[in-house]
C-alpha cells in the first residue's frame, strides 16, 4: 500500500556513472541492471522471519518451525504480576527491549506496506504478519495502562552470567517500566510509531486487532508527547546495551506514523512541530534505533511531499551514494559495531526514496542498494548471512544455537568451543566485517559475529524492496 505519490523529473543517464566516495578509490554503478538476479531475494526473506522465529520468548505456537526452541521465560512478570510473556529477545542472551523491538517492528511493517507483492512472491506474506504480530501483542501487553509502559525485562548482569538455553534459564528477570513521573519520550515515541505502521498491515486481515494496535498507539503518542525524558534516566539498567541520545525525532516518528494510520492532520502537524522545534532537517550520517532522522525525512517527503522535505531525503542519499566512507571492497562503512546492518539500514531507506522519486535519479539508490545487499549475501567472496551462500558464519554469537541436541548439557564450556554452532541459526545478519573488509568467524568476536533482531529489520526490508523490483521488471 503506498501513500500520497508524487512525480518529480527524471534525468536520463548514461549507461555507466562514476560515484566518488571519501576514500581514493571510485565506484562504478551500472545503472543498465538494477537488480541483481544472482541471488535468491525471496528464499533470504525466508531465512530471515526464521531468525526471527528462532529469538521468540514465551509460549510458542504449535506452527513452530525452530526444532531446537521451546516455550521459554513464560513467567515474565511486572512487580503486580502483569503478563510479560512473549516478544523477542533481544541479541545473543535473553534481555527483552521494547525501544529496540519496536525499531525492528516499524521498519518491518513499513516494507511490507511499500512492497507487499515480494512478500507474495515469496510465499512469506503470512509469515511477516507473525513475526510483527508476536512483537504488537508483546507491545499491547506491556503498556498496561494509559501512561505505564514496561520497556526491559531481564538484568544485563545476571544474563550475562547465564550461557545456555532459554528453555532452561533459571536467572532472576526483573521488569523495568516508564510513566508519567519516570517519562521516556523516545521509547514510547518508538512504541507508538511500531504499532500505528502496524495497524496499517493489519487492517486488511483482522480489523478488529488493528483498530486496537492503533489505540494503543495514540495513548502511547500522547504519553511521549506529554511527559517529555530519556528512557535511560528510568530504565537506567539498558545504559548497559543501547543508548538514547534524543527524543524529538521519535515523537516526530510516531506523529507520521499515525497520521499515514488515521489521516488526522493534527497528527501531521504535530510532525512538523517536531521536525521544526528539535531541528531534524539536518543530514544525518546513519539510520538506526538512535538516530531516525533520515527516516522522518523520507517519511514526510512520502506523506507530505514538500520540496524541502525531499531535499532532505536527497541530501541523506546522496550522501550516503557518494560520499560517505566504504570499505576497499565497496561496503557502506558507518560503524564498527552492526556494520552490515548500518548499511542495510540505508540500503532499505534509499529504495523508499527511490520509489517517491526522491533525488537526481532513484535507479543510482536501487543500484546502489542492490550493491550493498549483494556484499552481505557474498558478492566478495562470503556470504555474512548465517545458512546461506558461500561462506556462511558458523560461528555467530548466540547462546541457544551454540547448544547441542538436548538431552546433552549446554554451558560456558560451549561458548569456548571454537566449533560452528550445533544448530544453524538460519537467516542471522551478523555484525559484518572491519573496515578492510577482514572477518574473524569466532563467537567471542563479538565486534563480527553478534547478532541482534534489529540487525536483521532494515535488512529485510530491503531484500522485499529489491524484489519487488525483480518482478516489476527493474
Known sequence: MKLDLF???????????????????????????VTDKSHDYAEVIKLSLLYFEAQRSGKLPKDNRIPWRGDSAVNDRGPNCEDLSGGYYDA??????????????????????????????????????????????????????????????????????YWGRPEEMT????????????????????????????????????????????????????????????????????????????????LAWAALWLFSATRDHKYLEHALHHYQNFRLDKRPNEFFYNN?????????????GRSEHQEAARAFCDFSVQKQKRTPKGLLYI????????????????????????????????????????????????????GYGKNSPKQPLHAASSCPDRPAPCGWADYDKNESNPQILYGALVSGPNENDEFNDHREEDIYTEVLINYNAGFTSALAGLLQLQLDGL
Open 7 to 33: 512525480v518529480t523529473c527524471v534525468t536520463i543517464l548514461p549507461a555507466i556513472l562514476i560515484i566518488s566516495t571519501c576514500r581514493t578509490n571510485a565506484f562504478i554503478v551500472d545503472v543498465k541492471n
Open 92 to 161: 545473543a542472551d535473553f534481555v527483552k527491549f521494547t525501544f529496540t523491538t519496536a525499531f525492528t517492528t516499524t521498519i518491518l511493517a513499513w516494507g511490507v506496506i511499500s512492497w507487499p507483492k515480494a512478500y507474495i512472491a515469496a510465499n512469506q506474506l503470512d509469515e511477516i504478519y507473525k513475526t510483527i504480530k508476536w512483537a504488537t501483542d508483546y507491545f499491547i501487553k506491556c503498556h498496561v495502562s494509559k501512561n505505564v509502559l514496561y520497556g526491559q525485562v531481564g538484568d544485563f548482569m545476571s544474563d550475562q552470567m
Open 335 to 386: 560503524n564498527k559495531t552492526g556494520t552490515l546492518s548500518h548499511a542495510a539500514n540505508v540500503a532499505f531507506l534509499c529504495l523508499e526514496a527511490a520509489d517517491f522519486g526522491i533525488g537526481d535519479s532513484r535507479l543510482i539508490y536501487r543500484q546502489f542498494a542492490e550493491e550493498q545487499i549483494a556484499y552481505i549475501l557474498g558478492s566478495t567472496g562470503r556470504s555474512y548471512v548465517v
Open 292 to 304: 531516525k532522522i533520515a527516516g522522518v525525512q523520507v517519511l514526510l517527503a512520502q506523506l507530505e
Open 171 to 250: 536467572i532472576c528477570r526483573p521488569a523495568f517500566k516508564i510513566d508519567a513521573e519516570h517519562p521516556g519520550s523516545d521509547l514510547a515515541g518508538e512504541t507508538a510509531a511500531a504499532l500505528a505502521a502496524s495497524s496499517i498491515i493489519f487492517r486488511s486481515v483482522d480489523r478488529d486487532y488493528s483498530l486496537w494496535c492503533l489505540q494503543h498507539a495514540i495513548e502511547l503518542y500522547e504519553f511521549a508527547d506529554t511527559y517529555r525524558g530519556f528512557y535511560l534516566e528510568a530504565i537506567t539498567n539498558a545504559k548497559e546495551f543501547f543508548s538514547s541520545t534524543d527524543y524529538g525525532d521519535e
